[in-house]
């Protein structure tokens, strides 16, 4: 098969029990999850904890201690078995763009495109460059373009033959925060318009859960938890997830009910069933907005800290048990550091961890 070939775009890129390490020690452990026809997904964690290794894994440049890849069914690694990087119909983009300096940009895009008939190669790189919003653009050189423009002719080389799947390592990172806001939803609806499968690695959790539909947390080699970012936010499987992603405090608590926890804050209920045995001495994840400054509350705390973030108020207060969570108010209550406020929990449901 050429790149020529218009491949049938992927249905299923499926991880079982991927390990995969240097010298002999593995960097990641037992990864497992799958990627679905058109799906975004994202490995999201901390530095190091090896989320570009399972990338190159899967683009076929790191070989598999145990477990397997597939798409389509078709095994690409497994420990005994490596399908070539170039006959994967992988796309890659990385954090350093690499445009080719001394081609223009319609040639960069063009660049996996040799095998194409003339008019479809112009054809597609004119359709890419209006794509990305570079129309007009095709004669310039790399150095006269922003690094955001740089970075969508990459995604548009990358995409050009296109591939079964995109790959992405940290493709913002080297760009200023305001432009990273702009392109990571113009690149999310490239990539949607183009009904292509993409699976981006970052440690922004802003940016995962602005261009994912699915995302994998790791931690040290681990996937705690795969799922939407939605899930992943107010249903956190593992106690690392809970505090990893967003702000979050564990306020001591013991179950009283199905769906009831006592804590320093009264009895709290939330509308799922937690699975919880009554007496049980839990953690309750409790968010900035979970918890609401009320006067009329007979609960009481200090505040310690306070930020003012514009729309609200961020505050940091102390419980009578000395136990100290997050607080969001609106911005028109002003409380001085070291004043008690009331407060009050408004939960949607309960995620609890054992103590
Ligand atoms: N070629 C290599 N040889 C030996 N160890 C490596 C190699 N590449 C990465 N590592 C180690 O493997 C671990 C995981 O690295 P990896 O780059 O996959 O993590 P990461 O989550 O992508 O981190 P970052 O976000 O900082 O890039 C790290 O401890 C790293 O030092």
């Known amino acids: 098969m050429t790149s020529l070939s218009l491949h049938a775009s992927l249905k299923e890129l499926t991880l079982s029990d991927v390990s995969v390490g240097y010298d002999g020690s593995a960097v990641v452990k037992n990864a497992s999850f799958q990627l679905l026809e058109g799906q975004i997904g994202c490995l999201l964690g901390p530095s190091g904890c090896g989320k570009s290794t399972l990338l190159r894994a899967i683009a076929g440049f790191e070989s598999l201690m145990s477990g397997e890849i597939r798409i389509d069914g078709d095994v690409l690694s497994s420990p005994s078995h490596s399908v070539n990087p170039e006959h994967r119909f992988i796309g890659m983009v990385f954090q350093d763009i690499a445009l080719f300096p001394h081609l223009t940009i319609a040639q960069n895009i063009a660049f996996g495109l040799s095998e194409w008939p003339k008019v479809a190669i112009q054809e597609r790189v004119t359709y890419l460059l209006d794509l990305v919003g570079l129309a007009g653009f095709e004669s310039r050189y790399p150095h006269s373009l922003s690094g955001g423009q740089q970075q969508r002719v990459a995604l548009a080389r990358a995409i050009a033959p296109k591939p079964k799947l995109l790959l992405m390592d940290e493709p913002f990172s080297g760009l200023d925060a305001k432009l990273r806001e702009e392109l990571v939803p113009d690149i999310r609806h490239i990539l949607q318009h183009e009904k292509m499968s993409a699976l981006l690695v970052t440690h922004d959790q802003m940016e995962a859960f602005a261009m994912a539909d699915q995302v994998s947390v790791m931690d040290a080699g681990v996937i705690h938890q795969t ?17 990893f992603i967003g702000h979050g405090d564990f306020l001591p608590a013991v179950v009283c009910g199905a769906n009831c926890v006592h804590s320093d804050l009264g009895n709290i209920r939330g509308e799922l069933d937690h699975g919880f045995a009554d007496n049980a001495q839990v953690d309750l994840l409790v968010r900035p907005d979970d918890i609401l400054h009320d006067d009329d509350s007979e609960f009481l705390g200090v505040i310690v800290s306070k930020w003012f973030r514009g729309s609200h108020f961020l505050y940091r207060v102390k419980l009578t048990s000395g136990k100290v969570i997050y607080c969001f108010a609106s911005s028109h209550h002003n409380h001085a550091v070291g004043q008690e406020i009331g407060l009050s929990v408004h939960l949607d449901h309960l995620v609890l961890f054992s103590r």
Do not use: K, M, N
């Open 227 to 243: 799922g939407s970012p939605y899930q992943i936010y107010h249903r956190p499987e593992t106690r690392f997830v809970a505090s």
